[in-house]
């Protein structure tokens, strides 16, 4: 089932204004530079493709890691549950797990600050991005309206045809954004869904997402038992 998210502004929306952190952004006026690198998670042995954006170098793959979490279906604001996209476990080499909140979280306190200071799921030496982490990106890659969401996708035949695979500027950072959806398939196919360690309310957290039917990286919010994808951030 596809779903379209709506695009909310909320305290700045993708300037950053929520953390304090307005740094990076060129308004479309300069390339930062890409550069690719790996990392392996001694954990488990897996082995992620990164990105280094301006300042900022980021997992290019979803994570993957089972840690101490359930595997469920179910919704919750306290257990630490992990879910298949698509509902198949043959989509977690390609899309990584979907995670709950407390999942990604692992313990940790809400977090406003740029980086986030919150390791969560983590490997050691990498941390669940905040808000003002995701604006940054945004600000790096110019902002809204220029382009950021076709940037940070990846693998256009994954795609549903629209805005985002049409642009010219697909692929270009090697974010390798992939639309692993949220539970039960919603959004599979058409959505990129990636948890912050940003709080909206006592109800509501913050996520950041690409659609197919949009050019940009936008923000809207979820509660805490919504399953979404991560992408991991390097500590400075």
């Given at each position: 089932m596809?779903?379209?998210?709506?695009?909310?502004?909320?305290?700045?929306?993708?300037?950053?204004n929520t953390?304090?952190?307005?740094?990076?952004?060129?308004?479309?006026?300069?390339?930062?530079?890409?550069?690719?690198?790996?990392?392996?998670?001694?954990?488990?042995?897996?082995?992620?493709?990164?990105?280094?954006?301006?300042?900022?170098?980021?997992?290019?793959?979803?994570?993957?890691?089972?840690?101490n979490?359930?595997?469920?279906?179910?919704?919750s604001t306290?257990?630490?549950?992990?879910?298949y996209?698509?509902?198949?476990?043959?989509?977690?080499?390609?899309?990584g797990?979907?995670?709950?909140?407390?999942?990604i979280m692992?313990?940790?306190?809400?977090?406003?600050?740029?980086?986030?200071?919150?390791?969560?799921?983590?490997?050691?030496?990498?941390?669940?991005?905040?808000?003002?982490?995701w604006?940054?990106?945004?600000?790096?890659?110019?902002?809204?309206?220029?382009?950021?969401?076709?940037?940070?996708?990846?693998?256009?035949?994954?795609?549903?045809?629209?805005?985002?695979?049409?642009?010219?500027?697909?692929?270009?950072?090697?974010?390798?954004?992939?639309p692993?959806?949220t539970?039960?398939?919603?959004?599979?196919?058409?959505?990129?869904?990636?948890?912050?360690?940003?709080?909206?309310?006592?109800?509501?957290?913050y996520?950041?997402?690409?659609?197919?039917?949009?050019?940009?990286?936008?923000?809207?919010?979820?509660?805490?038992?919504?399953?979404l994808?991560?992408?991991?951030?390097?500590?400075n």
């Amino acid at each position: 089932m596809a779903i379209r998210p709506v695009y909310v502004p909320s305290d700045g929306g993708d300037n950053g204004n929520t953390t304090g952190d307005n740094t990076g952004g060129n308004n479309g006026n300069e390339t930062p530079t890409y550069t690719q690198g790996s990392f392996t998670d001694v954990r488990d042995g897996n082995t992620y493709t990164t990105v280094t954006i301006g300042t900022q170098t980021w997992m290019a793959e979803n994570l993957r890691y089972e840690g101490n979490t359930t595997l469920s279906t179910n919704t919750s604001t306290s257990e630490k549950y992990r879910y298949y996209p698509n509902d198949s476990s043959a989509n977690v080499q390609q899309y990584g797990y979907l995670y709950n909140w407390p999942a990604i979280m692992d313990g940790a306190e809400s977090s406003t600050t740029s980086p986030s200071g919150v390791q969560g799921i983590c490997p050691d030496g990498w941390h669940v991005p905040s808000y003002g982490e995701w604006s940054r990106l945004n600000n790096t890659l110019g902002g809204m309206h220029y382009n950021v969401g076709p940037k940070l996708a990846g693998e256009a035949d994954l795609w549903d045809d629209g805005l985002l695979t049409s642009s010219g500027y697909f692929g270009e950072t090697g974010f390798n954004a992939l639309p692993a959806g949220t539970s039960y398939s919603t959004g599979f196919g058409n959505n990129a869904f990636f948890w912050c360690t940003t709080m909206y309310d006592n109800d509501n957290v913050y996520y950041s997402y690409l659609s197919s039917y949009s050019p940009d990286l936008r923000y809207e919010k979820l509660p805490p038992s919504s399953f979404l994808s991560l992408r991991c951030v390097r500590d400075n």
